[in-house]
């Protein structure tokens, strides 16, 4: 586990080398180092730690909320399935701000607010939904989400109709989900949230594990079940929440992460922190992709992540007997 952990933010550290020296301005990667200290010419000192580190730090943070959230999430629910995408967290986000744009027109603060609110709201009502008889459900919860969140894309998809032209298209780039323009002051909020949140996530992991035995064997060692599920359900949302409220709705990472790192390290039970830093390797892949495909605009990163993430899917469902 260590070692696998170690491989990851090696690869992590080159892909934020490539971010770094990568753009409309060229920087050797000898230049970024000496850059990153201060050092070397102005404009290389402007581009990358003005410019492309943020952008990079966002990510990388963003997409380790994603991979922990999405740990979490599939443990909770014993379903490789289980990820804030699929029980509606991000359709809720989503549709917070696209009320937010179309009705409100605020600003960049005001719509990841609303967007905090609507995903909290929605996962909110799943768990309410799929609560029986003094608990959630594995199953039950994956498919209570998967309702609520088709329902609410419906939504989404009429509120965007209706609205004027440059309204819509508005909201329709927030959907996208984005790390363009991103300056210190989105890694600063980023940053709290996952000092904050991780290390209180990390800390329920043994319990997580021993809950995949089932909720009976869990209370037969101890172990509240009911109640560290919504501990960690609600850290699991939290987590997606300021990755939302960051950079828009980012699908696939969350998916993906945990079920990566089970197969890098072929043991059962949940490894939350490799799945954070999956995540993050995952997001700033995605990023760097974008930069290095010759196109003529800027792709949004949630777009390359769900082109990744089809691509994924579509390679298990090849090796797979069903």
């Given amino acids: 586990m260590v070692v696998i952990s170690a491989i990851l933010v090696a690869a992590l550290l080159a892909v934020g080398a490539l971010v770094l020296s990568t753009g409309t301005i060229t920087v050797a990667i000898p230049d970024v180092v000496r850059a990153l200290f201060g050092q070397g010419d102005a404009t290389d000192i402007k581009v990358v730690r003005?410019?492309?580190?943020?952008?990079?730090?966002?990510g990388a943070l963003v997409g380790a909320c994603l991979g922990l959230s999405g740990a979490v999430i599939q443990s909770i629910s014993r379903n490789p399935l289980g990820s804030p995408d699929v029980i509606g967290f991000t359709t809720g986000a989503a549709s917070g701000a696209i009320v937010q744009i179309i009705v409100f027109g605020g600003g960049a603060l005001m719509t990841g607010a609303w967007a905090v609110g609507g995903g909290v709201v929605c996962a909110l009502l799943v768990y309410v939904l799929s609560y029986r008889g003094g608990a959630t459900g594995g199953y039950r919860l994956i498919l209570v989400g998967i309702g609520v969140g088709a329902m609410l894309q419906a939504v989404n998809s009429l509120l965007i109709t209706r609205a004027h032209i440059d309204v819509a298209i508005s909201a329709?780039?927030?959907l996208s989900g984005s790390l363009n323009v991103r300056t210190w002051d989105y890694v600063g909020p980023v940053l709290i949230g996952v000092a904050a949140l991780a290390p209180a996530t990390m800390w329920f992991q043994r319990r997580l594990s021993l809950m995949e035995m089932g909720d009976e064997a869990s209370r037969q060692l101890g172990i509240p079940a009911e109640r560290v599920r919504l501990t960690t359900l609600a850290l699991?949302?939290?987590l997606s929440a300021v990755a939302?409220?960051?950079?828009?709705?980012?699908?696939?990472?969350?998916?993906?992460?945990?079920p990566l790192v089970k197969r890098l390290t072929r043991h059962p039970a949940p490894s939350l922190g490799s799945a954070a830093l999956m995540g993050a390797l995952l997001l700033a892949s995605a990023d760097a992709l974008t930069l290095l495909i010759p196109w003529d605009y800027a792709v949004p990163v949630g777009l390359m992540t769900g082109m990744l993430g089809g691509i994924y899917l579509a390679w298990l469902l090849g090796r797979s007997r069903i």
């Avoid at 939302?244 to 945990?258: E, K, N, Q």
Wanted: glycine share 4%; net charge positive.
């Fill in 50 to 58: 003005d410019l492309r580190l943020p952008r990079f730090v966002t």
């Fill in 172 to 174: 329709q780039v927030w």
């Fill in 236 to 238: 699991a949302v939290a």
């Fill in 244 to 258: 939302v409220a960051a950079a828009g709705p980012i699908s696939f990472v969350a998916l993906a992460a945990a």
